[in-house]
């Protein structure tokens, strides 16, 4: 296969103890070895999102996070995909990092539509976390509306970090707010001077 490693390999050892009337104990140990693979000028690279596309304030709340325990699973997320970088980096010509962000409320069903300065104001905290941390740039996910997406992309310049939008698209064509794909994408870049890095969009819900 195309830049697959050479050799690949692995060894397990299982044993289990018979520890009477409990069952029985068993214990694993496991190597494994893989050849380095290489990359040729046709690859583009790889973009890494870290697993924190809840880690924001109103979400946290809900589930008994405290602000403090909410900047350190953003930067657990984001030293998890360094370690990949890391392991992987000699063998792609670009990996990216990406700290993952989500709407306010819910990004397919929102029960309010935020302006686009309460947007700015809630998302800046976890947008300087990331920029604390090794990430190349932030992706917000999930968008219902042209206004939240908006408040992201100011908060990310104010922290100097590169950001792209991905709007959530009902089976209609529309956003959550009713606004076009173009109306928004319109509305985000005439506000923000056309920041965003690139545009994405959702999966339609159902």
Request: aromatic share 10%; proline share 4%.
């Amino acid at each position: 296969l195309p830049r697959a490693p050479e050799l690949t390999y692995s060894i397990s050892a299982i044993y289990d103890f018979d520890i009477g009337n409990y069952g029985y104990l068993s214990s694993r140990i496991s190597y494994a070895y893989r050849d380095e693979t290489s990359y040729t000028d046709n690859n583009l690279g790889f973009i890494l999102e870290s697993m924190t596309w809840r880690a924001s304030r109103h979400w946290g709340e809900r589930l008994g996070f405290s602000v403090e325990e909410l900047d350190h699973f953003n930067r657990a997320g984001i030293e998890l995909l360094q370690e990949v970088r890391n392991e992987y980096e000699g063998q792609l010509p670009h990996i990216v990092i990406s700290g993952c962000m989500g709407s306010r409320g819910d990004g397919y069903n929102p029960e309010k539509i935020i302006t686009a300065e309460e947007a700015e104001a809630y998302h800046r905290t976890q947008i300087a976390t990331f920029r604390d941390t090794q990430a190349d740039m932030v992706t917000a996910f999930t968008i219902p509306c042209s206004q939240e997406a908006i408040g992201i992309v100011l908060a990310a310049k104010a922290e100097a970090m590169p950001v792209a939008i991905s709007f959530t698209v009902e089976i209609d064509g529309r956003l959550p707010s009713g606004e076009t794909l173009k109306e928004a994408v319109q509305a985000v870049d005439g506000a923000t001077k056309f920041a965003p890095a690139y545009y994405m969009i959702n999966c339609a819900h159902p």
